[in-house]
């Protein structure tokens, strides 16, 4: 089993930023982690992955104002947010991916881009 633990969110006025974390615990490789979004009324998107390798993919939304990276050694995830707009308000999920059927998610963090 993995847990993952999220932490980081919160209420930021526009072009403020945030910094996301999830800490992983257990003892199952993870070969993928990353970042989802729900904001109310929407369907989950993607909006940043990374392997254990460090290959990187953003949502289009999101490139160029937000960087995903990952501390193999502490187990943890990050998500730099910067330049928030309203529309980021959503609330922000980790996934790891263990296998080709098999991924656990964290519990969710609010954010909330708001003057």
């Known amino acids: 089993q993995v847990q993952l633990v999220e932490s980081g969110g919160g209420l930021v006025q526009p072009g403020g930023s945030l910094r996301l974390s999830c800490a992983a615990s257990?003892?199952?490789?993870?070969?993928?982690m990353a970042w989802y979004r729900q904001a109310p009324g929407k369907q989950r998107e993607l909006v940043a992955a990374?392997?254990?390798?460090?290959?990187?993919n953003y949502a289009d939304s999101v490139k160029g104002r937000f960087t995903i990276s990952r501390d193999n050694a502490k187990n943890t995830l990050y998500l730099q947010m910067n330049s928030l707009n309203p529309e980021d308000t959503a609330v922000y999920y980790c996934?790891?991916?263990?296998?080709?059927?098999?991924?656990?998610w964290g519990q969710g963090t609010q954010v909330t881009v708001s003057s």
């Open positions: 996934k790891a991916v263990v296998s080709t059927i098999q991924n656990f």
């Open positions: 257990g003892s199952i490789f993870i070969y993928t």
């Open positions: 990374i392997t254990s390798g460090g290959k990187i």
